[in-house]
């Protein structure tokens, strides 16, 4: 795989971590936040703060090295047209 290929995945696998981490995030604390089939006044509010929220560290560093990847790639192919 070059550099460009991995670089895009990279990116990719950052975005699809951070969409689904931070989705599954409102999904329980709207779960939660149910009494009666109804959202309560305030509950939801109250589940999103109880409700564990997921450290960004795994989706920061894909994307740094997703960025570094393309970057990378982008000055080899500089310097084989020089």
Same mark, same amino acid.
């Given at each position: 795989?070059?550099?460009?290929?991995?670089?895009?995945?990279? &990116?990719?696998?950052?975005?699809?971590?951070?969409?689904?981490?931070?989705?599954?995030?409102?999904?329980?604390?709207?779960?939660?936040?149910?009494?009666?089939?109804?959202?309560?006044?305030?509950?939801?509010?109250?589940?999103?703060?109880?409700?564990?929220?997921?450290?960004?560290?795994?989706?920061?560093?894909? &994307?740094?090295?997703?960025?570094?990847?393309?970057?990378?790639?982008?000055?080899?192919?500089?310097?084989?047209?020089?």
């Amino acid at each position: 795989m070059n550099k460009r290929a991995a670089g895009i995945t990279l &990116l990719v696998i950052s975005a699809i971590l951070f969409i689904s981490r931070n989705s599954t995030h409102f999904i329980v604390a709207a779960i939660m936040g149910r009494k009666d089939n109804v959202l309560g006044e305030g509950m939801f509010e109250y589940a999103l703060s109880v409700t564990k929220s997921f450290s960004f560290v795994p989706e920061i560093i894909a &994307l740094c090295l997703g960025i570094i990847y393309l970057v990378w790639a982008e000055m080899d192919k500089k310097k084989e047209v020089h």
